[in-house]
């Protein structure tokens, strides 16, 4: 998802 969202598949989150 966002970059500031809980952990993305797409993109590196805060979560990873």
Same mark, same amino acid.
């Given at each position: !998802? ?6 993305? +598949?797409?993109?590196?989150? +805060? !979560?990873?």
């Amino acid at each position: !998802n966002f970059p500031l969202d809980l952990g993305a +598949i797409d993109a590196p989150s +805060i !979560n990873g």
